[in-house]
């Protein structure tokens, strides 16, 4: 059963860091993601480039809910990813409320992420640490 929401808590986890994928299909989809218009060229280009990142954490957390090697190492790029846009967020004064929706929903995933940790970390020690024998 702990294996099951451990699997569906990656799952949500990355789905959430996948779903940008959509600004790489260009202005009026990243404008639906951040309520903001008028993109140069260059912040285009970066923007795009920001959905094909984001896709890759996703995708690698969405992989490490079936591949179990694979999740200290998706968790930790999540966690960076995440972390770096609530750090950046809390440093700056933005109103808008789109990017205050992404902060908050980074702030969830990253406890649901701490959660699925947690849990596989409890159900891996006590499958690895040996026990007494008296």
């Given at each position: 059963?702990?294996?099951?929401?451990?699997?569906?808590l990656l799952?949500?986890?990355?789905?959430?860091?996948?779903?940008?994928?959509?600004g790489?299909?260009?202005p009026?989809?990243?404008?639906?993601?951040?309520?903001?218009?008028?993109?140069?060229?260059?912040?285009?280009?970066?923007?795009?480039h920001?959905a094909?990142l984001?896709?890759?954490?996703?995708?690698?957390l969405?992989?490490?809910a079936?591949?179990?090697?694979?999740r200290?190492?998706?968790?930790?790029?999540?966690?960076?990813?995440?972390?770096?846009?609530?750090?950046?967020f809390?440093?700056?004064?933005?109103?808008?409320?789109?990017?205050?929706k992404?902060?908050?929903i980074?702030?969830?995933?990253?406890?649901?992420?701490?959660?699925?940790?947690v849990?596989?970390?409890?159900?891996?020690?006590?499958?690895?640490?040996?026990?007494?024998?008296?």
């Amino acid at each position: 059963m702990l294996k099951l929401l451990v699997t569906m808590l990656l799952l949500l986890v990355g789905a959430i860091n996948f779903a940008p994928i959509l600004g790489v299909l260009g202005p009026s989809s990243l404008e639906r993601l951040y309520s903001v218009n008028g993109f140069t060229p260059d912040v285009l280009m970066l923007l795009r480039h920001r959905a094909i990142l984001l896709a890759i954490v996703g995708g690698f957390l969405l992989v490490s809910a079936l591949r179990v090697s694979y999740r200290t190492p998706a968790s930790v790029c999540a966690y960076v990813s995440m972390t770096s846009y609530i750090l950046i967020f809390g440093a700056s004064d933005v109103e808008n409320q789109a990017l205050i929706k992404i902060y908050q929903i980074d702030t969830v995933a990253i406890a649901l992420l701490i959660v699925a940790n947690v849990i596989d970390w409890q159900a891996w020690k006590r499958v690895r640490l040996p026990t007494k024998v008296f």
